[in-house]
């Protein structure tokens, strides 16, 4: 099923993820970051969409500002999409008000690592990080790792994610979303690969890094 179907309004935010995290030596890093967050409550489901105020506030901080609203007292799950891992400040946002709010769980899928060194780049040009940016490469990753012993569960993108994010965006049911899903992986990006074998990738990363 060809995107063009997709209520446009989703589509522009489904191609910011789905072009996050290539492995090319043309890639570069994302430029903003978008979220989608899903809440589930023990009466409601709500569904918001976050992005970066360049030079503001970071998604992630917008995000946690909305999830204070909803106090301390009642339980909430959280399925929060990301196109690219939180920095340095914003995974220590995440963790201290995760220990500060035990009413809260979030599940964290990231389709790109920002600004970390990832192991399957070595060697390729795209892997030799500037000095300017190389002391916050490694602040991103400290931080990133001290949220995995947290109560942050995070996880890279797969095809169920993909799934998932495309039946919360509201994708045309018609044809059925795994049709879609489906036609995603096996076309080409414009470097050769499918986004499958993209993911692939970064999940071997990731698994490097816990």
């Not at 879609?180 to 096996?186: L, S």
Request: some cysteine; charged content about 30%; aromatic content about 12%.
């Amino acid at each position: 099923m060809p995107i063009y179907s997709v209520p446009s309004q989703d589509e522009e935010l489904f191609r910011v993820f789905w072009n996050s995290g290539f492995h090319s030596d043309e890639a570069l890093w994302p430029g903003e970051t978008r979220a989608v967050c899903v809440c589930y409550g023990e009466t409601f489901t709500e569904i918001r969409k976050f992005k970066n105020i360049p030079t503001e506030e970071h998604a992630e901080e917008l995000i946690i500002e909305h999830l204070m609203l909803y106090g301390t007292k009642r339980k909430f799950k959280i399925k929060l999409f990301i196109n690219s891992s939180p920095c340095e400040s914003c995974s220590s946002l995440l963790y201290d008000f995760l220990t500060t709010h035990d009413n809260f769980q979030i599940r964290l899928y990231v389709s790109a690592l920002y600004n970390i060194n990832r192991k399957s780049c070595e060697g390729h040009d795209h892997s030799k990080i500037p000095k300017n940016i190389s002391k916050e490469c490694e602040a991103n990753l400290v931080c990133l790792k001290k949220s995995f012993k947290g109560k942050l569960k995070i996880k890279t993108f797969d095809k169920d994610v993909w799934a998932e994010l495309t039946e919360t965006l509201t994708f045309a049911a018609t044809p059925p979303i795994t049709d879609t899903v489906k036609f995603y992986y096996n076309r080409r990006l414009e470097f050769g690969r499918t986004r499958e074998q993209e993911d692939e990738k970064m999940e071997d990363d990731f698994k490097l890094i816990k």
